[in-house]
């Protein structure tokens, strides 16, 4: 099992970045995909879920109404889009199948002017 974060990077208050992650070696199509993020020194959050077909999605209260996660089953890709960044978003983002021990290596969002 594979999964691979990228498009992260540093980015102004207020900007957008579009997270992606390609994920190999299980049935894409069969589970619910999930972002995480954790913060220096804090715990790991659960950001985002979609469902396996994509038909259902949640957030967190902290991202609600500035993130939106979507799916491309096609080409086993979970996105993560997020606008109206702010500073206390900068955290390492890990995408994550179905609440399974696989994890990425996680990719760097850093929000600051």
């Known amino acids: 099992v594979q999964l691979v974060e990228s498009g992260g990077g540093l980015v102004q208050p207020g900007g957008s970045l579009r997270l992606s992650c390609a994920a190999s070696?299980?049935?894409?199509?069969?589970?619910?995909m999930r972002w995480y993020r954790q913060a220096p020194g804090k715990e790991r959050e659960l950001v985002a879920t979609?469902?396996?077909?994509?038909?259902?999605?949640n957030y967190a209260d902290s991202v609600k109404g500035r993130f939106t996660i979507s799916r491309n089953n096609a080409k086993n890709t979970v996105y993560l889009q997020m606008n109206s960044l702010r500073p206390e978003d900068t955290a390492v983002y890990y995408c994550?199948?179905?609440?399974?021990?696989?994890w990425g290596q996680g990719t760097q969002v850093t929000v600051s002017s």
């Open positions: 979609i469902s396996s077909a994509g038909g259902s999605r």
């Open positions: 070696g299980f049935t894409f199509s069969s589970y619910a």
């Open positions: 994550n199948a179905g609440g399974s021990t696989w």
